[in-house]
């Protein structure tokens, strides 16, 4: 079994689609299609269903795929170390995030290649229950999430920020300025809101049940940018967390209420996979993340 016949495979998992995945792997279609039939003939399994296109991975192949991820992402990281002991370490560090976590990257970002000049970073948004699958299929070296509501498995955290939510309207409709915005009447207004694929958007539901009220949005996204842009819009409003009010600084058409009353903070941090040996790219978050947390 050849380790490139792996990178293929994992390739066309992801990319489910054998051109698109042949250009990741930087070869022609018939080399991926190639090495697809070889792992295959090794295994003595049929791990991918095709005719002139693909269809989808066999019961086989969903099976193999996450040690083949583990597999890879472990090769990767016992390069890493080796190449650590003698320069310093560089190379291209994936960094995953949910979309509450977007303004935490700066500050990571910044620290971490402030620190490591040779490393370049990679940042994907991703939700909170893939960002855990890409940590235990080794192919994100860490991830900005939640740590208390719904907390990822088997990992290393450190809490690097603290959450509450603002209400956002567009200025011809706010109400007075700096006035809180009573949760009963967020409810009532015409909503713009992440999709309940996202954590936030749980635990923004979970925040209004408990005071006996429901969700309704108009409208539903899966960034806050194309919320934001619905507000600005003038017909919607929305809930975003406290960390996005800095990048509103100075928008004349946002304004920008408090929640009524105290609620309880939620932990934002960052996140590496509890294992041993642990990978250098992992100790440098870790690193990096701990001092930014002191």
């Not at 295959?40 to 086989?60: P, S, W």
């Not at 000049?117 to 909170?128: D, E, K, N, R």
């Not at 309207?169 to 009963?184: I, L, P």
């Not at 009447?185 to 049940?209: N, T």
């Given at each position: ?43 003595g399994k049929r791990l991918v ?7 989808d991975l066999t019961a086989q192949?969903?099976a193999m795929l996450p040690w ?227």
């Amino acid at each position: 079994m050849q380790l490139r016949h792996l990178r293929y495979f994992v390739a066309l998992a992801r990319q489910r689609h054998f051109a698109r995945a042949a250009a990741e792997c930087g070869v022609s279609q018939p080399t991926l299609s190639a090495g697809l039939v070889a792992l295959e003939q090794d295994l003595g399994k049929r791990l991918v269903e095709r005719d002139r296109r693909f269809i989808d991975l066999t019961a086989q192949g969903q099976a193999m795929l996450p040690w083949a991820e583990q597999i890879l992402g472990a090769m990767g990281s016992m390069a890493q170390a080796v190449a650590a002991t003698a320069a310093p370490l560089a190379g291209r560090f994936r960094l995953a995030a949910i979309p509450a976590a977007l303004p935490l990257v700066g500050r990571f970002g910044d620290a971490l290649l402030g620190r490591y000049p040779g490393l370049h970073l990679a940042v994907h948004q991703a939700t909170s229950r893939v960002i855990e699958q890409d940590l235990q299929a080794l192919s994100c070296d860490a991830g900005l999430t939640y740590l208390d509501h719904e907390p990822p498995a088997n990992v290393i955290a450190v809490p690097l920020a603290q959450e509450r939510y603002l209400f956002v309207t567009h200025g011809d409709a706010a109400r007075e300025s700096g006035a809180a915005m009573h949760w009963a009447e967020a409810a009532a207004m015409p909503l713009c809101l992440l999709h309940q694929g996202m954590q936030y958007r749980r635990i923004l539901d979970a925040q209004f049940a408990a005071r006996g009220l429901a969700l309704a949005p108009r409208a539903v996204a899966d960034s806050y940018v194309a919320l934001l842009s619905l507000v600005q819009s003038g017909r919607f409003a929305t809930i975003i967390p406290d960390s996005y009010a800095a990048l509103l600084t100075g928008l004349d058409w946002a304004a920008i209420q408090p929640m009524e009353g105290a609620e309880t903070a939620r932990r934002l941090g960052l996140v590496v996979l509890d294992r041993q040996p642990m990978g250098p790219l992992a100790l440098a978050a870790l690193d990096v993340a701990r001092a930014l947390a002191a």
